[in-house]
């Protein structure tokens, strides 16, 4: 024990007195949780925009859009106006549109099909790389398929019809569309649109016939008017999921380490957008592309698709 | 002997040291760095990251990366620094059960000790993965200012971890002490730490045989190296502004970049005279042209747009002189702390102030876990060749009439100690007396912290003075602080024990201490399944790689097409166990699949 010392308290020290002390003691706890509410209502710390892979249109001018652009003759997708025919069912577009071997122009989700073919590294260009394009990977797959990811493309519409909402739990990796079979009337009373609403039916058909790009970006345009919407919902995630799997079987193993293939004089003359330009800014040659993906806090699937793209223009390599 | 690491616990990098022998040694991490971020963020997908990873998301994942946990541990919810933190800080921070402060990060609740654990937990990894053996015991450094329930809070992270804290030292006095190491000498020395957010100066004695006091210390919490940063963010942004009309603040991705940049470019500026930015593609704009970012900044300039800040750490070096009672000769060394002392500027000013050279023999980086890992060697060694002694952080005391503050135990105090001291009645015929327990330096007990509370009742009536009431504040050796109140004339005694509070019970630490150690199991499990996932898809690869030729090689032998078979049949089943997860299941297909492997080989070989 250290040192023991006692003193005396001199004469000016003020005595103690219980209620002065509960007094000033309970007025200073009400000014402070005063003050702390003010506190908290002021902050605001969101001040930014969220990063998203969504297109910016609004839907009615998206799907609009989507509608103009479908104008291929070949499919006659979005040409159908009978009801009770969305999804695949027996009554749903032909296997071949699915198997076609050059798919057609309405293939492309509207917003990016100026941008859709990959092009080596060129030098100046005026207009940017807009982050590799959906399509070119589903039709690349469509090509040359790898085992097991892309019989989630050539899965035969026709063959099975998929479950019903309420037939019960549908497998992750089944790539059926989880929609009804039989019209629209039965879909969920939330949708503020018609239930026949053509692009529910379009968006169905662009996922029976392999088409995630596009059926996403329209489940996402529908999801902007109603986020609620189950069926765009479902949709959205399966194809977000379908397309994740497809980029990461052309990536390959996750933890290989992506490294810069061009030199850092070289990287402005690339055709890049500012989302490539961020991620290839994040590649610091030792780390794999899973850490990439962290780091990035991107969507998954765009930051899959813009690292896809950077692959196929050789921009980035992968190493074990 | 069992090892006891020192942990440099730091409000935006951290840093892990240990004793090997005589020599001190800075473990590095996994990216090969002697200092981690102390950052942590949790992605979208619900995983955790920790360091460098966290801190290179923490703009584009603003709102779930918690930096700088440090400045919130161990305070009170209306304390005014929590205030503060929840106006500048871009994670949500709300009040927790016990008016502590908790983060909210995604969907989930964390107390602040537990952010710091996790900090911790990947500094005990890094020192495991670097010693190969499970580390259990370790020294934290925390500041000097620190009070009883942030040092209890430190533990108490440092427990949920995993780890026996065996002492909490002050951060100075582990700089003093790994810049006094192996040395014997009665000397002043002021530690002039200017780290990535805070700045603090202290002013020490290192007396012969190892002896360290702290004597004065003070310091501005937001003030460091990300305030440096922040001016050159600015003056990019400005110029690029004036360039484009374009404000790369509003842009996530484009902040990020900056922020990155403008730190590169610190700490490039340090070593030379001018460094490029050079960040293509840095925004699109509305007609889909990317803009790229390309600017030299030169020493000169850096030093014009950041010379207030450093001017702000010579007044707070005057104060902490003049509440040291010491004239700038009595300073015999300066010993520089924390990454942003390697800027020239940095140091002249020290120098002009100080007049004289600061010391560089030590690290500033790694200066204070190093001190932290001495201190652990010498804890547990059984020589006891340096004594560190204990000393109170903080007065301690009592709040009397007026809301004055009476100290009995002052500011730096060895301890153990006792000190008594004798008060009397305010009123006629008072009968109690409430004893406010508080800890702080200032005249009012308001801005001091509140420790605890009792009431001794039972005082005989007479007029006001004339009741004497002696109280006694006694701190034992473990820090645990009595006080006791007694009436002189009756006898009549009450008492208070006082432990300091994290702000965390008892079984929520526990329970917290099992939520760590489940995701230490479950991170180790991950590892080893890609561990052994990456060896299985380099072996089906190469087996795919080779099936044409072992087709060509074997032609239609029913043998050859058995092999073939299994083979394919392997690596099926290698892809089915990858896919379920099961580490086992993929180890065992691995032996299978280096079997086919060399077979096949040696066919090709013998073909």
């Known amino acids: 024990m250290g040192p023991d010392r006692r003193e005396r308290t001199s004469s000016f020290l003020e005595p103690l007195e219980l209620e002065d002390l509960d007094s000033v003691s309970a007025e200073g706890s009400a000014a402070a949780a005063e003050d702390d509410g003010a506190a908290a209502e002021d902050a605001d710390p969101n001040v930014f925009d969220r990063i998203t892979a969504v297109p910016s249109e609004v839907p009615a001018a998206l799907i609009a859009a989507t509608k103009a652009q479908d104008s291929d003759p070949i499919s006659g997708l979005h040409e159908r106006t009978e009801p009770g025919l969305g999804g695949p069912n027996p009554g ?25 073919e990959t092009r080596p590294p060129r030098r100046r260009t005026t207009k940017p790389f807009r982050s590799p394009s959906r399509p070119s990977l589903e039709r690349a797959a469509r090509r040359t398929p790898a085992p097991q990811k892309m019989e989630l493309e050539l899965v035969d519409v026709t063959a099975d019809a998929p479950p019903s909402p309420t037939s019960g739990a549908t497998p992750r990796d089944a790539l059926e569309v989880d929609l009804p079979t039989r019209g629209l009337g039965g879909l969920v009373p939330s949708i503020p649109m018609p239930p026949e609403h053509p692009a529910l039916v379009d968006m169905k058909d662009r996922y029976a016939t392999g088409d995630f790009s596009g059926a996403l970006v329209i489940a996402e345009g529908i999801l902007g008017e109603d986020p609620e919407h189950e069926d765009a919902l479902r949709c959205r995630d399966r194809c977000t999921e379908t397309l994740s799997q497809m980029y990461l079987a052309r990536l390959g193993s996750l933890r290989q380490i992506i490294r810069v293939a061009v030199s850092q004089d070289q990287i402005r003359w690339l055709s890049l957008d500012h989302r490539a330009g961020f991620l290839l800014s994040l590649i610091d040659g030792t780390s794999s592309i899973d850490e990439l993906l962290d780091v990035s806090s991107m969507p998954r699937l765009e930051a899959l698709r813009i690292l896809y793209g950077l692959l196929d223009q050789r921009v980035i390599e992968l190493s074990d | 002997m069992e090892r006891v690491i020192g942990i440099d616990l730091g409000t935006t990098n951290s840093c892990v040291a240990i004793l ?48 700088a946990a440090k400045r919130l541990i161990g305070r009170k919810w209306n304390s005014p620094q929590v205030k503060n933190a929840i106006m500048t800080s871009s994670y949500s921070i709300v009040e927790g059960p016990h008016t502590d402060v908790r983060i909210r990060l995604r969907d989930k609740t964390y107390s602040v000790p537990e952010i710091s654990s996790m900090v911790l937990q990947e500094m005990k990894v890094i020192a495991e993965d670097y010693l190969g053996e499970t580390v259990k015991k370790a020294v934290i450094t925390v500041p000097a200012y620190f009070n009883d329930n942030q040092r209890q809070a430190t533990k108490d992270a440092g427990t949920i971890a995993g780890l026996d804290v065996i002492r909490i030292i002050n951060e100075p006095t582990a700089a003093a002490l790994a810049y006094g190491f192996g040395k014997d000498f009665d000397r002043t020395v002021a530690v002039y730490d200017l780290g990535g957010g805070t700045f603090d100066i202290s002013v020490l004695e290192i007396g012969a045989h190892g002896v360290f006091k702290v004597i004065s210390t003070t310091g501005d919490t937001f003030l460091g190296g990300e305030d440096f940063d922040a001016r050159i963010i600015d003056w990019l942004v400005n110029g690029f502004q004036k360039e484009h009309g374009i404000d790369l603040r509003q842009d996530r991705m484009a902040l ?157 105090t060895t301890v153990p100690t006792a000190r008594t001291k004798t008060f009397t009645t305010s009123r006629d015929d008072q009968t109690a007396v409430k004893i406010l327990v508080l800890q702080g330096e200032s005249a009012k007990a308001d801005e001091n912290e509140l420790l605890g509370e009792f009431i001794l009742t039972g005082l005989r009536k007479a007029k006001k003075g004339h009741v004497e009431i002696e109280v006694t504040f006694e701190i034992n050796s473990d820090g645990i602080v009595s006080v006791q109140a007694k009436d002189t004339e009756t006898g009549q005694a009450q008492s208070i024990q006082v432990t300091a509070s994290s702000g965390l019970t008892q079984d929520e630490i526990k329970n917290m201490v099992t939520n760590a150690q489940d995701y230490m199991v479950e991170r180790r499990t991950d590892e080893r399944f890609e561990g052994v996932k990456q060896e299985a898809e380099t072996l089906m690869a190469e087996i795919e790689r080779l099936f044409p030729e072992i087709e060509r090689a074997v032609g239609s032998a029913d043998f050859g097409r058995d092999a073939l078979s299994k083979a394919k049949g392997a690596v099926e089943r290698t892809r089915a166990a990858i896919q379920s997860k099961s580490t086992s299941a993929v180890e065992q297909q691995v032996e299978q699949l280096a079997r086919t492997l060399r077979m096949f080989k040696g066919v090709v070989t013998r073909g």
């Open chain 1, 92 to 116: 749903a577009p032909p296997l071949e549109f699915v198997a076609a071997p050059s798919a057609p122009p309405s293939d492309l989700p509207p917003v990016l099909a100026a941008k859709a």
């Open chain 2, 20 to 67: 090997e022998g005589d020599a001190p040694v800075v473990i590095t991490n996994r990216g090969g760095y002697k200092t981690t971020p102390s950052v942590v963020a949790v992605t979208e997908a619900g995983k955790r990251l920790v360091g460098h990873i966290a801190k290179r998301q923490s703009i584009t994942n603003a709102e779930n990366t918690v930096y």
């Open chain 2, 256 to 412: 990020q970049r900056l922020r990155d940049a403008a730190e590169k470019a610190k700490c490039e500026l340090s070593g030379m005279r001018e460094t490029e930015i050079n960040l293509p593609f840095i925004i699109s704009t509305g007609r889909n042209e990317a803009l790229h970012l390309q600017r030299v900044l030169d020493r000169p300039t850096l030093e014009s747009l950041t010379g207030d800040l450093i001017e702000r750490t010579v007044d707070i070096c005057k104060q902490a002189l003049a509440d040291a009672r010491l004239g700038i000769d009595e300073i015999e060394d300066v010993v520089l702390v924390g990454g942003m002392t390697r800027m020239p500027a940095v140091q002249q000013a020290v120098s002009g102030f100080f007049r004289r050279e600061p010391n560089k023999s030590v690290h500033p980086d790694e200066v204070v876990a190093i001190g932290a890992g001495i201190q652990g060697a010498a804890l547990v060694r059984e020589k006891q060749d340096m004594i560190l002694l204990d000393v109170t952080p903080h007065a301690l005391g009592i709040m009397t009439f007026g809301s004055h503050f009476e100290e009995l135990i002052p500011q730096n």
